[in-house]
């Protein structure tokens, strides 16, 4: 039975439109669910957006529309840019949605049975722009402004019920500190253990003077805070607490048969009663170094409340600049969804995943550069585009259809080591989340291939007779090594590499990689029409 692997992002606040960032995280979450699913595994990637809050109200008020029609405009936008980026999702949870509503109250219903939520009064500090509660402390090294977004924190007073927090964070010490693996990359951890060491509060959960939001079991004059609704999506999107009343039939998407260029819209299939059971604990949540303390702090002491594991991993990325600076839109490099659009029309969308995924070694933060954008173009043509070419260009002209090799020199070994070793590099770098090299192994193996091209000649052995045998040799490891690297590439270039394995003949639909890998080109493989893969971009 294939394993089940289930990726979540963040679900965003559709209090504006999304940008770099998001769809950072987004691509990041898409590359890794389709190496899983071309893996084999039984993969379920979700994302979605978060829609309550005083930040939803408030742009809301300033738009003159009401928070629904705004979630629902910008829901909207988000969901077509998710489509434009070939985004393979199999769910989208919104947080106004009935089936999520239902979830929560079924979970905040079970933290009131298990006697983990108390009325009490609120007073003290809150950032308005990361949903969040501010302890005294934090508040004055901060000079009572947001250590995010550097807004001044507002005063709040107000009766408010409370999450038991303090009573689970011995266990949720105790989860850190045995699973080296749950919080990553290790700075990150070191940074939530020092902060937990500090001492933590209990929870606020409720606003008494917001309206927009999921109400109080019991207690309808308070709503939710925008946490613990937030956090709960990871599990009510399974279907979660879904028993408790008629909760929202969903559609899903298929994405069984791998690999998948993803061009097509999936076909809905019927939602499974058992999602929860499938794939409950998550692998990995995808998020952004600024929500960690929430995800592996607030989320685990949650679902030990609801007897529940928590995620096998929260892994945080750094965050994106641009040209250096802070993104903004006054400073004109706010990279917004019509700057990607421009990047897209002119690098092509797999040139812009490549550059994303490379950008920076997973986890570190990111700068965008432009000209950094136009070197990975560059890079994709010159390494495995050129290298695609040659062979595409050699094997018709020289032999018509691909040789078996020969007798094998020392340099065509060394080349076939690299080959095989390919796999299993590319199964630890994606085990790790390390994106930057699983963008980077299938193209040095690609540089590799233009090496050894180099070095054999095929363009001279072609001239000499008495060189047959090895010239059928170098034209089949060369063919080998682009093939195996143009298959690693399946997951980060989907389009494009699938396109160059076209070229050569195979066709991927429906195949994983293990067979991929484990089935070389076959000899006698007859290539098809040979077309740069990423076309040198006219000058300016
Ligand atoms: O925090 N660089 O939503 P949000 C990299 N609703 N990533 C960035 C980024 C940047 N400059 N800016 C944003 C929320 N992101 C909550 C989450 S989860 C239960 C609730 C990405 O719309 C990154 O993934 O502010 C970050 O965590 C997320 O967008 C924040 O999105």
Same mark, same amino acid.
């Given at each position: ?64 529309? $009401? ?25 989208? #949870? ?12 079924? #979970?905040? &219903? ?35 402004? $947001? ?20 009573? *689970?964070?011995?266990?949720? &010490? ?30 606020? %959960? ?7 939001? %999921? ?24 279907? *979660? ?56 702090? *607030? ?28 993104? $903004? ?58 290298? +695609? ?21 020392? %340099? ?7 080959? =095989? ?11 790790? +989340?390390?994106? =930057? ?15 050894? %091209? ?30 195996? $690297? ?6 980060? +270039? ?42 040198? +971009?006219?000058?300016?």
């Amino acid at each position: 039975m294939n394993q089940p692997f289930y990726i979540t992002t963040p679900i965003y606040y559709p209090n504006g439109e999304p940008h770099l960032g998001h769809a950072y995280t987004t691509l990041c979450a898409d590359v890794v669910a389709r190496y899983h699913r071309l893996a084999g595994d039984d993969t379920f990637f979700l994302t979605g957006t978060d829609e309550h809050g005083i930040k939803m109200v408030k742009t809301a008020a300033e738009r003159g529309v $009401s928070p629904q029609q705004l979630a629902d405009q910008n829901v909207a936008v988000f969901e077509n840019l998710w489509k434009e980026l070939q985004i393979t999702h199999d769910d989208f #949870i919104r947080t106004s949605s009935d089936r999520h509503k239902t979830g929560v109250q079924a #979970i905040v &219903q079970k933290m009131i049975a298990n006697g983990d939520i108390y009325k009490g009064a609120y007073q003290g500090w809150y950032d308005e722009g990361q949903e969040e509660f501010v302890t005294e402390t934090e508040a004055k090294t901060t000079e009572y402004k $947001s250590a995010i977004s550097g807004r001044p924190l507002v005063r709040y007073s107000e009766p408010t019920y409370f999450f038991s927090l303090k009573k *689970y964070i011995p266990r949720v &010490q105790e989860h850190i500190q045995k699973n080296p693996t749950f919080i990553q990359p290790e700075s990150r951890r070191n940074e939530v253990i020092s902060k937990l060491n500090q001492g933590v509060e209990d929870l606020s %959960i409720s606003r008494a003077t917001l309206k927009w939001g %999921i109400p109080m079991p019991h207690d309808p004059d308070h709503v939710l805070y925008v946490w613990i609704d937030a956090l709960s999506n990871y599990i009510t999107a399974l279907g *979660y607490g879904a028993e408790h009343a008629g909760a929202e039939r969903r559609e899903l998407r298929d994405h069984s048969a791998a690999p998948d260029s993803s061009s097509t819209p999936h076909p809905p299939t019927s939602p499974s009663p058992n999602l929860f059971e499938k794939y409950w604990p998550a692998n990995v949540h995808l998020i952004g170094k600024e929500i960690m303390w929430f995800h592996v702090v *607030y989320w685990p002491a949650m679902l030990f409340s609801l007897g529940l594991e928590p995620p096998k991993q929260v892994y945080a990325h750094g965050w994106w600049t641009a040209e250096g600076k802070k993104m $903004s839109k006054s400073m004109g490099n706010f990279i917004d969804a019509d700057r990607l659009r421009a990047a897209i029309a002119k690098y092509g969308l797999d040139g812009v995943r490549y550059y994303l995924f490379r950008a920076a070694p997973f986890g570190n933060d990111l700068d965008w550069k432009d000209d950094e954008l136009a070197a990975a173009h560059n890079e994709l043509a010159n390494v495995i585009g050129n290298c +695609l070419n040659r062979i595409m260009t050699m094997v018709p002209k020289y032999r018509g259809t691909l040789p078996a090799a020969a007798e094998l020199h020392d %340099i065509d070994r060394a080349l076939i080591e690299k080959i =095989q070793k390919l796999p299993t590099d590319l199964a630890s770098a994606y085990q790790r +989340l390390e994106l =930057q090299q699983c963008a980077l192994l299938p193209i040095e193996l690609a540089r590799a291939t233009n090496g050894y %091209i180099e070095a054999t000649a095929p363009f001279k052995l072609a001239k000499d007779p008495a060189q047959a045998a090895r010239l059928d040799t170098v034209l089949n490891i060369a063919a080998q090594a682009v093939y195996a $690297s143009l298959v690693a590439l399946l997951p980060v +270039l989907p389009d494009k590499a699938a396109a160059g394995l076209a070229q050569m003949g195979i066709d991927v639909a429906g195949k994983t990689l293990p067979h991929l890998f484990a089935t070389p080109l076959p000899t006698g493989t007859q290539f098809g029409q040979g077309t740069p893969l990423f076309p040198r +971009l006219e000058a300016k």
